[in-house]
């Protein structure tokens, strides 16, 4: 009992925050793209925010409802329908058994998350629910989903409160983003003329870009020597320079290790929107210090909380009364 996928949409996984822990073995971390929508969506649930939601790309899947329950829907906006019905993304919904959610394709961004109430009913790999694609490990059967595919709820929602005002503002970037990043172990690699390239010239999302990385095109960098090192662990959001002087951002399925020159790392307010960016996004890059980002962190996690609460706050609810042919508005606070 739980879900039914009738059709899996374009590219659709079971990912929640990673694993972590394991790159010295060799592993990728994986783990949503979109950690804020996957954070979002999961918030609107009252689910703990990290816990696994299916990861939907440019198209989303038809899902059958075999088990009553909650949802939510964030990320990339796209056209939902519930019985045929249209329903609004960044909301809490309700889902009765037997019905049916389509998902249709985004109208900006790429990657959506579906969340469900009391989470997805897959087994942990290495502490994580998480599909690791290129590798075929972890969510379910350590691959995309396909039609016909069926996922139990771990524990699904009866009863949310406020249910019927629980939304969140959408957070989604455009054509043009500019990307935060603070400067990477290998800066002094290159040149002044390479760094104010990267800082003050526009860079576009090539067409290789995927779950474990982004290829962008534009003005070349320019190392002092070249663009190779003794390979090292590469982070989340790392922005490699090979000798070809064109950037590589590293993401969730980035390799465990590298070996070419790193020039920044993205911070991680800002990759949800490289996450979300499609071929032909320019990209503008500023540098900001380790303290800056930290801040910007830290007041995500404190907007997040206050979201949270805000779900459990009391709200007036107003009923309307026909009496004498006149109609009144009466309001009652909720406790």
Not at 77 to 87: A, D, S
Not at 153 to 181: C, M, S, T, W
Not at 219 to 228: L, S
Request: negative net charge; proline residues 4%.
């Amino acid at each position: 009992m739980g879900i039914y996928i009738q059709n899996p949409g374009f590219l659709t996984s079971v990912q929640d925050r990673g694993r972590f822990g394991l790159q010295k073995d060799g592993v990728s971390p994986s783990g949503a793209m979109d950690l804020h929508s996957m954070r979002l969506a999961n918030l609107l649930l009252d689910n703990d925010m990290d816990e696994a939601v299916l990861e939907t790309t440019f198209m989303g899947p038809e899902i059958l409802f075999t088990e009553t329950n909650f949802f939510a829907v964030t990320g990339a906006p796209m056209k939902l329908t519930l019985n045929g019905r249209e329903v609004p993304m960044y909301t809490a919904l309700y889902g009765p058994a037997g019905s049916v959610l389509q998902c249709g394709g985004v109208s900006t961004g790429c990657r959506s998350c579906i969340a469900f109430g009391g989470g997805l009913e897959v087994l942990e790999t290495a502490g994580s629910k998480s599909t690791l694609l290129r590798n075929a490990i972890g969510g379910w059967n350590g691959r995309k989903l396909q039609a016909g595919d069926k996922i139990g709820f771990a524990a699904p929602v009866e009863f949310l409160e406020n249910y019927d005002i629980r939304h969140v503002p959408q957070k989604i970037g455009g054509k043009e983003i500019q990307l935060r990043v603070i400067g990477g172990p290998q800066e002094e690699r290159f040149t002044q003329t390479g760094l104010e390239a990267f800082y003050e010239t526009t860079y576009e999302v090539s067409q290789e870009c995927d779950r474990m990385g982004y290829r962008l095109e534009g003005e070349k960098i320019e190392h002092k020597t070249d663009g190779n090192i003794i390979s090292d662990g590469i982070a989340l959001g790392a922005v490699q320079v090979p000798t070809s002087g064109l950037p590589i951002i590293m993401l969730s399925e980035r390799q465990s290790m590298g070996g070419y020159t790193k020039i920044a790392n993205v911070i991680s307010v800002d990759l949800p929107l490289i996450a979300q960016s499609v071929p032909g996004t320019r990209i503008r890059f500023k540098q900001v210090t380790v303290e800056e980002a930290q801040k910007l962190w830290l007041s995500e996690l404190k907007e997040l909380e206050e979201l949270k609460e805000e779900m459990h706050r009391p709200y007036e609810q107003t009923f309307r009364l026909s009496i004498g042919g006149r109609t009144y508005h009466v309001g009652v606070m909720e406790q």
